[in-house]
């Protein structure tokens, strides 16, 4: 076991080492000298421009070596300082994440745990059982086909606009603060309702499609036709094989937490839900390079974590992690 | 977005995937085989309706130009209009033909979706068969490559390369798809590659005397070819979606429409708030048409090359 999440530790210090490289290099790649391209988009005139150029040459430190700026750029990160905001003047990079974390965070767990939870029971009832197949699977496969601003787009338009049902943009009334209090608790809930549906409907659809397969693979297997042939119960063998099925979705959850998240960025966007894809539309359309290079680290550590985490629920899972036989 | 990685599991699993095609060889002969897959390709609904689908999309893209004098981003057009005989899906609030701009984009999904899948599944080949049929230290190499690129979120670089780059064409949007979504693809490559590579008549071939590259190509990669179809296919729909979130985001091509584009500039331009659903709805129901028809067809396909699957 030790050996096993070892491993996986060392790929994810390895896969951070490459993000963080990544982070630093692109800028400097790519062609031009990217702080004429920064200033060509602010449009400033030529003295202003002047003085920016100085501004930006010091702030990126291109004026040093590369190898000291690379030693920078890690120290910087060590100390939490990713530099400040252009878009939110007054704001460091740091603390404009931390304030939309938690919204992000309250949309993606539970869509994750829930659309996991909901798609695999919904998908194992399906395989094998003729009218359900034939009803939910369809609809899995257009769940899982559609965009997610698609989705949020549709959701928007209809439940809130013509339905009226739910508001339409923002995670609380614009009249009210934060506070532990049950009419904010209220506007927020109703606020986090439709994005939330958005991330979990699109997911579900693709944990359903992924359990009925594998559960069709696990009932042709050998292991469940000899115990259907001593005369098991249906509903034993259906217990082993969803026990059996449930590890490669498991591995499935791992790999499809990037494209979560990515959903997540563009549905925060349509809802306007002031989250990490509201802040990375600011950055995109002010281009402030600062907050989407810290941004994009951001993901990459959260995708990292919730990786761990899988990687921990795994081993709980899977036995053969735990006495040494490497699993997946 | 919902990209092909967490696609990934609705491939066959390597076992019975091969079994299903050993079958087939000892009872028929090659061109029996090919028969005996037509008919089954044939009476298979998932496949001939995934099928229709998709291809009725791509008749549109194709043909739809052709259909209308508008191009994508003229104005010009009376004003937020909804869908009358003159123009079929309505016209944008400020002035353009959505007909014109739901065909183009088809078109540019079908480009980007087309050309990102034959690039990542290049790359997967490349990294799968060499990784799985030369084992050791380069296995260990590039299995190790893999799998920091499969848990780096394919969005968060694609943000952060477009919008340093400002993608202008959709040749290099596409590219960037392909360069970031081959993981997963490799890593089912490498697998299938794996259990081949210890069959007899691949060791045949190389004590015979033949070298890496040829009994790639000639031996493992011809018996795995449907794996390597459905798995071009996955890729196709993720690309189009990856395209699609990318168009969105503002950071595709800006000079080439697309329906990731579509959606961008309705919902900036408040088409919700003024209902013109018109312009927001043809854009998603294009996507989910060609990804969906992807996948259902790739299961109808896994049943006509798996005959265990068939009866269900």
Redesign the interface.
């Known amino acids: 076991m030790t050996r096993y999440l070892a491993r996986k530790i060392l790929?994810?210090l390895?896969?951070f080492w490459?993000?963080v490289t990544?982070?630093w290099m692109?800028?400097r790649l790519?062609p031009g000298d990217?702080i004429d391209g920064l200033i060509g988009r602010i449009q400033a005139d030529s003295t202003a421009s002047q003085n920016l150029h100085g501004y930006f040459t010091e702030s990126f430190e291109l004026d040093q070596p590369l190898w000291q700026q690379y030693l920078n750029f890690w120290q910087g990160l060590i100390r939490g300082d990713l530099g400040p905001s252009i878009t939110y003047v007054g704001s460091t990079v740091g603390e404009l994440m931390w304030a939309a974390i938690p919204y992000t965070l309250a949309l993606l767990v539970p869509a994750i745990v829930l659309s996991y939870v909901a798609g695999n029971r919904v998908g194992a009832m399906a395989a094998?059982r003729k009218v359900l197949?034939n009803t939910a699977l369809p609809v899995a496969?257009?769940l899982?086909?559609?965009?997610?601003?698609?989705?949020a787009?549709?959701l928007?338009?209809v439940v809130s606009?013509?339905w009226e049902l739910f508001p339409v943009s923002g995670a609380y009334d614009f009249s009210l603060q934060p506070a532990w209090t049950w009419e904010f608790a209220r506007s927020f809930l109703s606020h986090w309702f439709l994005p939330f549906l958005t991330l979990f409907l699109?997911?579900f659809g693709?944990w359903a499609?992924?359990m009925r397969?594998?559960i069709?693979?696990e009932l042709?297997a050998d292991y469940a036709n000899y115990l259907q042939s001593l005369g098991a119960p249906n509903k034993l063998v259906r217990k082993y094989a969803y026990g059996n099925a449930v590890l490669?979705?498991m591995s499935?959850l791992?790999?499809?937490?990037?494209?979560?998240?990515?959903?997540a960025?563009?549905t925060e966007?349509?809802f306007g839900y002031p989250g990490i894809g509201t802040l990375?539309?600011a950055a995109?359309?002010n281009?402030d390079?600062f907050l989407?290079?810290g941004l994009?680290l951001l993901?990459?550590t959260g995708?990292?974590i919730a990786?761990f985490i899988v990687d921990i629920l795994y081993v709980i899972v899977d036995p053969r992690t735990r006495t040494g036989i490497q699993g997946t | 977005m919902s990209s092909a990685e967490s696609r990934a599991d609705l491939v066959a699993t390597p076992e019975v995937a091969l079994t299903g095609q050993g079958a087939g060889d000892v009872e028929l002969g090659p061109r029996g085989k090919r028969f005996e897959a037509l008919h089954f390709a044939l009476r298979n609904t998932k496949l001939v309706i995934g099928a229709s689908v998709v291809l009725a999309f791509l008749a549109l893209a194709l043909v739809g130009p052709l259909l209308t004098d508008a191009t994508p981003f003229e104005f010009g057009y009376p004003l937020g209009q909804p869908p009358s005989s003159e123009y079929w899906l309505g016209t944008t609030a400020p002035g353009q033909d959505v007909f014109a701009q739901f065909v183009y984009g088809l078109r540019s999904s079908f480009v980007v979706g087309a050309l990102a899948a034959a690039i990542a599944s290049v790359i997967g080949m490349a990294v799968g068969f060499v990784g799985g049929y030369r084992g050791g230290v380069i296995d260990d190499v590039l299995s190790m490559l893999t799998n920091i690129v499969l848990v780096i979120p394919t969005l968060a670089v694609l943000i952060i390369v477009s919008a340093y780059l400002s993608v202008g064409s959709l040749r290099s949007e596409a590219i960037l798809i392909g360069l970031t979504s081959w993981p997963w693809a490799a890593r089912a490559i490498r697998a299938q590659t794996f259990s081949l590579a210890s069959r007899d008549f691949v060791s045949l071939a190389r004590l015979s005397g033949q070298g890496t590259a040829r009994v790639i190509l000639r031996e493992i990669a011809p018996n795995m070819s449907s794996y390597l179809f459905l798995t071009f296919i996955l890729l196709f729909g993720g690309a189009v979606l990856t395209a699609a979130t990318l168009d969105f985001l503002g950071l595709g091509p800006s000079q080439v429409m697309s329906l990731g584009l579509m959606m961008n500039t309705a919902v900036s331009n408040a088409a919700l708030q003024l209902g013109m659903w018109w312009w927001f709805v043809p854009p998603g129901v294009g996507i989910t048409a060609i990804v969906g028809g992807l996948y259902v067809m790739n299961v109808g396909l896994d049943e006509v090359f798996n005959p265990r699957l068939r009866r269900t």
């Open positions: 790929l994810y390895l896969t490459f993000a990544i982070d692109i800028p790519m990217p094998r197949d496969y257009v899982t086909a559609m965009p997610y601003m698609w989705l787009i549709m928007v338009y606009f013509r699109v997911a693709g499609i992924g397969n594998l069709i693979y042709e490669p979705q499935g791992a790999l499809a937490l990037g494209a979560v998240v990515g959903g960025l563009v966007i349509v990375i539309l995109l359309q281009r390079y989407l290079q994009f993901i990459i995708v990292l990786n």
